[in-house]
């Protein structure tokens, strides 16, 4: 089920902050109630958004404002799209369960059941394995994506929440909230092989394209830690702003932009030198954050005014 919405004009923001603020932003309604995930589309200026109390996603066409609303299960919470960008894997947190969406006919062709709780999602290179993060029971659901089905579910740390998988699709990086450890999966086994501790309360994970580094989000810490992923060693935590929970990291591997909730900010982290190097004072709280197609610009979605937030970088 779906219906489209055309949304009359763009607004237009100047952010003024206290260190350094953005140049200027273009702010988009997400089309539904509490955004959350979201994900650009590739060769489109557009992106796609989880609405999370509206029990939906959004397609939002950057250029036109145009949106067009799918039906999904209970609580979408993240997406990832597949490599091409025709399909949008959605991870329903109440019903339990992904939501298959075909973008280019833009509608829902099936749901797949994880365990409980579901909380992120990451799609394996070759587009033939999707992992699940299950707050409930402390696990991954490893999901066939030919035979559309759970293969198996694989032991975590206690409430694990951000995913993120290696390049060449050979290990998974699990974030564990509760027990402050990343769970470091090998994906030939399906077996967790190592844990890693980090910070205190993780939340999110990414990690550079080349991946040789991730970057993990501590809320409570106020920080990130960087993890070698070659050593599986820890070699820096670099403090942030207030309430930190999203990363997103540029596509040279030099820059991470993490979310400041509570501190109403982005801090821009210069991964090479290992330290915070700006400050973008938004005005708001900022939920999760993901690059525009040739890096220019941050998308930051707004939990204040349930939009999406286009900031450009200098």
């Not at 589309?41 to 029990?55: D, E, K, M, R």
Request: one cysteine or more; aromatic letters at 4%; proline letters at 5%.
């Amino acid at each position: 089920m779906q219906r489209c919405v055309r949304l009359w004009g763009v607004i237009v923001l100047l952010l003024v902050g206290l260190n350094h603020a953005a140049a200027f932003a273009l702010a988009f309604p997400s089309g539904g109630r509490s955004p959350w995930g979201m994900a650009v589309i590739p060769g489109q200026q557009g992106v796609v958004v989880a609405n999370t109390a509206s029990n939906e996603i959004a397609l939002i066409d950057l250029a036109s404002g145009a949106t067009t609303r799918i039906a999904v299960g209970q609580g979408p919470k993240s997406l990832v799209l597949s490599g091409d960008g025709s399909t949008c894997y959605v991870v329903n947190s109440q019903s339990n369960d992904v939501s298959v969406v075909d973008l280019l006919n833009r509608v829902e062709k099936e749901r797949i059941a994880t365990g409980e709780l579901p909380q992120d999602v990451a799609i394996t290179p070759d587009n033939r394995l999707l992992l699940v993060t299950n707050w409930v029971p402390n696990s991954v659901s490893l999901i066939d994506l030919d035979r559309k089905a759970e293969i198996r579910k694989i032991p975590t740390g206690l409430s694990p929440s951000g995913i993120a998988i290696t390049p060449e699709g050979t290990r998974a990086l699990v974030v564990n909230y509760d027990s402050n450890d990343v769970s470091v999966i090998d994906l030939s086994t399906g077996e967790e092989i190592k844990r890693i501790r980090v910070g205190e309360k993780p939340w999110d994970i990414a990690l550079t394209p080349q991946g040789n580094c991730a970057v993990i989000v501590n809320t409570r810490s106020n920080s990130v830690s960087l993890l070698n992923v070659d050593t599986l060693q820890i070699i820096g935590e670099i403090i942030v702003g207030e309430w930190p929970w999203y990363v997103a990291i540029s596509p040279d591997g030099a820059w991470a932009y993490v979310t400041n909730n509570a501190g109403r900010s982005v801090s821009v982290v210069d991964l090479i030198s290992k330290k915070v190097v700006k400050t973008i004072d938004l005005g708001f709280k900022p939920w999760t954050v993901t690059l525009s197609q040739d890096a220019t610009q941050i998308l930051v979605v707004n939990n204040d005014e349930e939009s999406i937030v286009v900031v450009n970088l200098d």
